[in-house]
C-alpha cells in the first residue's frame, strides 16, 4: 500500500514537472510567433538590407529612415565591453571568495554580492547618471559623459553578481579530493585553485558567463539613462542607442510603420540573443566531447 501511494506522488511530482516544462515551451514559441508576424511587415516593406544596414534612424522625420546597424553594432561593442570588464573581475572574485576568504570576510562580501543582485535597474542608471557620467566628463574632458564608455562601465556592474555568484557554486561543487590529491603532489594552493578547480568548473563557469551576457544585451533601463540614448554610430565617448533603449525609448507613441519597426528591431534582438546562446552552448558542447 505504501509503495502504491509513493509511486502515485512520484507520477503526480512527473506529471507536473512535465507541464510546467511544456508551458515554458510555449511560452517561447507563443513570443517568437508573436515577434516574427509583428516583425515581418516592417522588414519587408523597409527592405531587409537598408532596416539591417542602414546607418541613420529618423522614426519621426519627414521622409523616415529604419536604418538599425548603429543599434546593432552599440549592442555588440557594449556587450563585449562588459564582458570584458566584468568577466575578469567577477571570475577572480569568486576564485577569492569560494577557495582564499576567510569565513568574516566571505561572509560580508556574499551578502554584498547579493544586495548588488537586488538593486534595481534604473538605480544603476540614476547612480551613473549622477556619478558616473558627470566623472567621466571631468576626467576625460569630453562634452558630454553620458556616452558608450558610461554604459558599458555600469553594465560590466551589473553582470558581476551572475558572474561571481555562479562561478562559485560551480568552484564549491568541485570534490575536495581533486585538490588534496593536487597539494599532496606539491601543488601550492594558489597552483591547485587554477589548474585543478577552475578546470574541474569550466562548465558553470562558462554558464555564469552565458547569464552575464545575457543580463548585458536585455538591458534596457540603465543603459538608457547611462549612454545619451541617440542614434548615433558607436564610439567611446559619443551618446548612443542600444537595440533594447530602441524599442523601450519609442514604444510609448508610436504607431504605423514606426510601430512595426520597432517589433522588428525586438525581433533582431531576439534573434541575436538566441544566436549568443546556441553558439556559447555548442562550444561548452564540443569542448566537452574533446575533454
Known sequence: MKTKTKNLIENIVHAIFLILGLVTVAAVLMITVYLIVSGIPAIREI?????????????TAATPSYGI?????????GTAGAICLGVPVGFMASVYL?????????????????????????V?????????????????????????LAAIIVLAIMILPSIIK????????????????SLALGATPTETYF????????????AAVVLG?????????AVMMVSGNAPNMPELFQSVRFLTTAVASEMSYSSGLQRQALFSIALVLFLFIMLINAT????LKRDKSNG
Open 47 to 59: 527592405g531587409l538590407t537598408d532596416f539591417l544596414f542602414g546607418k541613420k534612424w529618423a522614426s
Open 69 to 77: 546597424l548603429p543599434f546593432i553594432l552599440t549592442s555588440v561593442y
Open 98 to 122: 569560494a577557495k582564499m576568504a576567510r569565513p568574516r570576510v566571505r561572509a560580508v562580501v556574499v551578502e554584498a554580492v547579493s544586495l548588488l543582485a537586488g538593486i534595481p535597474s534604473v
Open 124 to 148: 544603476y542608471g540614476l547612480v551613473g547618471m549622477m556619478v558616473l557620467v558627470p566623472g567621466i566628463r571631468k576626467v576625460f574632458n569630453v562634452p558630454d559623459g553620458a556616452s558608450l
Open 166 to 181: 555562479v562561478s562559485m557554486t560551480s568552484l564549491e561543487a568541485v570534490p575536495k579530493e581533486y585538490e588534496d590529491a
Open 195 to 206: 589548474r585543478v578547480s577552475v578546470p574541474a568548473a569550466k562548465s558553470g563557469i562558462a
Open 213 to 221: 551576457v545575457g543580463r548585458a544585451i536585455g538591458e534596457a533601463m
Open 280 to 283: 556559447l552552448n555548442f562550444l
